[in-house]
């Protein structure tokens, strides 16, 4: 059973692009959410995506948009990328039918912006 | 609103030492509580939770505690080993909504 994945695992972005990262939840799971893990911080909550819809956001500017497939599978997306967001993204799937109490997560995709 | 807090880094225990992890919250009602581990260079595992109070989760010789009435939720293990070394991170979290984590606290263990 495959578990949640992400892609790239790394990239380097410069200043002012954009960049989009994807996440494929765990077999079965119906509902992604992201994270933004500063380097020596714990995550922050970006958004949760369920049925094709926002349904959550934490508090991140509208820079940060995201998507969920009818796979589930979903993808987040910064524009204007600053050197502040330069992290650690993580995917968590779940599934809402068991309430949503146990997530799973990804390895990652280490974002560095110079 | 909802917090979690933990005890500050660096733990530094030797081989078979005892460890405690404080982790106490701020929220209403009954969220469930977790901790998650971290090693270098990964995501994040779940290593225990607990979902009501006086529950006790266990996994791997860790087990945590869910207490109400001190609001805490703090880790322990009998004897560590040297690849308990990580970061762990205390959470909350109430049904279909958003994990609300802790700063992390950073465990290295030598031999």
């Known amino acids: 059973d495959a578990g949640v994945t992400q892609s790239p695992t790394h990239l380097i972005k410069t200043r002012g692009q954009q960049v989009t990262l994807r996440c494929s939840p765990k077999?079965?799971?119906?509902?992604v959410s992201w994270y933004q893990q500063a380097l020596g911080q714990g995550p922050q909550f970006i958004f949760q995506?369920?049925?094709?819809?926002?349904?959550q956001r934490g508090n991140f500017p509208d820079r940060f948009s995201g998507h969920q497939f009818p796979n589930y599978s979903s993808e987040l997306n910064v524009n204007a990328l600053l050197l502040g967001d330069s992290a650690l993204y993580l995917c968590?799937?779940?599934?809402?039918?068991?309430?949503?109490?146990?997530?799973?997560f990804g390895q990652g995709t280490r974002l560095t912006v110079v | 609103g909802n917090s979690v807090t933990q005890m500050e880094g660096p733990v530094t225990l030797s081989e078979e030492a005892f460890l405690t992890i404080n982790c106490t919250y701020t929220?209403?009602?009954?969220?469930?509580l977790f901790w998650y581990v971290q090693y270098p260079g990964e995501g994040l595992q779940l290593l225990l939770k607990a979902t009501k109070a006086d529950d006790k989760g266990s996994n791997k010789g860790f087990e945590a505690t869910y207490r109400k009435e001190t609001t805490s939720f703090h880790l322990e293990k009998g004897s560590v080993q040297v690849s308990d070394s990580a970061v762990y991170f205390c959470?909350?979290?109430?049904?279909?909504?958003?994990?609300?984590f802790g700063k992390g606290t950073t465990l290295s263990v030598s031999s």
């Open positions: 968590a799937s779940s599934l809402v039918g068991q309430g949503g109490t146990e997530a799973f």
């Open positions: 077999s079965g799971h119906d509902t």
């Open positions: 929220a209403t009602g009954y969220p469930s």
């Open positions: 995506y369920y049925e094709e819809e926002e349904r």
């Open positions: 959470a909350l979290m109430y049904p279909g909504t958003a994990l609300i």
